[in-house]
């Protein structure tokens, strides 16, 4: 099984969609720009939100058994993905790609 580098590549916020539509939270994500992980047998890192780790999970499993080449060509390296994890309000983006 491969192993699986996520690096955070950039990090949105939308302010206008939270004071419309977000409760105040005062904890969101602990993420920063430029961190990465590395994944061995699909386990999660335990700095790594929940939320998006489910969402890159279903890419993460493809690419450690050795696929890619997603939705047909749509990454130069067709062993990686670059995806954002599911927060409306503050979307990051992650690159993911293996690294053996």
Known sequence: MKRIKITVMR????PDLM??????IEH???MH???SFVVENCT????MCDSAWQTLL???EQ????????????????HSAML????????????IETID
């Open 11 to 14: 990090i949105t916020e939308y």
């Open 19 to 24: 004071m419309q539509y977000e409760n105040p």
């Open 28 to 30: 969101t994500c602990d």
């Open 33 to 35: 720009l430029g961190q």
């Open 44 to 47: 999660k890192p335990a700095e």
């Open 58 to 60: 279903p890419f993460i």
């Open 63 to 78: 690419l450690a058994l050795g696929g890619g080449n997603f939705f047909d060509g749509w990454m130069k390296n067709p």
């Open 84 to 95: 954002s994890c599911n927060d409306g309000f503050r979307p990051l983006s992650f690159y």
